[in-house]
């Protein structure tokens, strides 16, 4: 009984004389394809590698004479405004103190304006203003900063605040304590006249 191969049954063995090598060969014909088409592979893969590589140099040459350009640019902003003759002394002060950041640099153009405070009000505040005595300012400093005379700084402070009883607890160490208190404090004041 066969099984229907050309073998008669007899186990696997060649199909015809010769197929042996032709499978072999078709074998090897494979594995150089495949060696070959990975050799290919490598070979874009460098290539692409080798020309991202170049891009990326062309681009930072590109990037380097921007800056450099805006370098000169910018110097030579700089020396002309140097170079100018300044129209009064506070743009001389300016000129001599510039520094290259912020919108004065990107533009050359001074952005900030300056504020009209003459309608500007200070509140004179007694309280305020013996507590800045208090913590040791002059008396002209004080009467500068609030905009009044030295003489009604000195009655302010001459003025007594409204002052709440002292609570009483027990023994005579708390009175003896507040009255010596109300003394420093007096001192205080009038230490700034001096």
């Known amino acids: ?9 007899r186990g696997t063995g060649p ?10 060969k078709r074998a090897e014909e494979r594995a150089n394809g495949r060696e070959q088409r990975a050799k290919e592979r490598l070979a874009a893969a460098e290539q692409r590698s ?21 370098r000169i640019e910018e110097d030579q902003r700089i020396k002309a405004r140097l ?9 001389a002060l300016k000129i001599s103190k510039r520094r290259r950041s912020g919108a004065l640099a990107r ?18 505040d007694t309280a305020r203003i ?5 913590r040791g300012a002059s008396v002209s400093g004080l009467a500068g900063a609030f905009g009044i005379t030295i003489e ?33 404090r007096n001192v205080r004041q009038f230490s700034a006249f001096r």
């Open 1 to 9: 009984m066969t099984d229907g191969w050309p073998s008669g049954g």
């Open 15 to 24: 199909l015809m004389p010769g197929a042996a090598d032709r499978a072999a």
């Open 50 to 70: 080798e020309s991202r590589a170049a891009e990326r140099d062309r681009q930072s040459q590109k990037r380097e004479r921007a800056r450099e350009s805006r």
């Open 83 to 91: 170079d100018a003759p300044p129209t009064n002394d506070v743009e």
């Open 107 to 124: 533009s050359g153009e001074e952005s900030k304006t300056d504020r009209d405070t003459r309608s500007y009000k200070t509140i004179v």
């Open 130 to 134: 013996r507590t800045l005595a208090d």
């Open 152 to 184: 009604e700084v000195e009655a302010a402070l001459l003025e007594t605040a409204p002052r709440t009883e002292p609570r009483q607890a027990a023994g005579p160490s708390s009175a003896s304590h507040a009255f010596a208190s109300s003394i420093s």
